[in-house]
């Protein structure tokens, strides 16, 4: 049976993939702030048959993530699929954004990825594996307030390109799922000011489903980029 392990998996896109990777048969390991969410999250999908692991970790403190992944790993499973779901968002603009918001969001966004990506490769080299970083059309796009999400995240798509060429030798893939606006709890954070829609946006579950798909793929093939609109357009 394989594994997945989800960061960002106690609500929202995390917590959909989880059940939809529960619900294929998949093995779990999952990453979140919340130890109530988890336990609670963790013992339904236990009840579908697969084995489920957790661990409380802030991925906003660098100096709890490689501890924390490796304390995970320690419950015997080993992760094919690794899915860097985590995220935050901040709206405001880009000359008045105050220095502990910009180093908070790119830990989250950017320099968290970095850290588990680093703890998870050595393994992965070992049996090969995929690992699917979620991104936004806000990394190739410029939205006015947006500025550092959109920085933050057209990092991750460049780091996730070279991170895809060094380790092609190893059997390591590694891909985006980047997406228009998704209707998650991102726009109840304090963080975030908008007046957009949501009921036009994507669904979690929507997002889940290609997660899925993605992580279905044989390992003879890659999909590089796989990018998921809403209908109604950019917003």
């Known amino acids: 049976m394989a594994t997945a392990l989800i960061t960002g998996a106690s609500k929202g896109i995390g917590k959909a993939a989880a059940e939809a990777f529960a619900k294929a048969g998949w093995d779990l390991l999952l990453v979140a702030r919340s130890k109530e969410h988890l336990q609670s999250l963790s013992e339904s999908l236990s009840a579908l048959g697969p084995k489920v692991f ?49 180093n908070w969001l790119m830990q989250m966004n950017l320099t968290s990825i970095f850290q588990i990506c680093s703890v998870m490769i050595p393994l992965m080299r070992q049996n090969k594996g995929l690992i699917i970083n979620v991104s936004s059309h806000a990394a190739r796009n410029s939205f006015s307030q947006w500025g550092a999400y959109c920085i933050s995240k057209a990092a991750l798509e460049s780091f996730t390109k070279c991170l895809a060429e060094e380790e092609r030798n190893f059997g390591i893939r590694a891909c985006t ?46 999909i590089d980029d796989l990018t998921l609109m809403p209908s109604s357009g950019v917003f």
């Open 54 to 102: 957790f661990e409380c970790i802030d991925l906003s403190d660098p100096n709890q993530i490689s501890e924390g992944i490796n304390k995970l790993l320690g419950n015997g499973l080993q992760p094919s699929v690794l899915i860097n779901n985590a995220g935050v968002a901040w709206t405001g603009e880009l000359a008045s954004m105050p220095l502990e918001k910009w």
């Open 177 to 222: 799922l980047t997406l228009g606006s998704v209707n998650s709890d991102l726009w109840e954070s304090d963080n975030v000011q908008s007046d957009f829609d949501r009921e036009a946006m994507l669904s979690v579950d929507q997002v889940a489903s290609e997660l899925l798909h993605l992580a279905s793929q044989p390992d003879s093939q890659v």
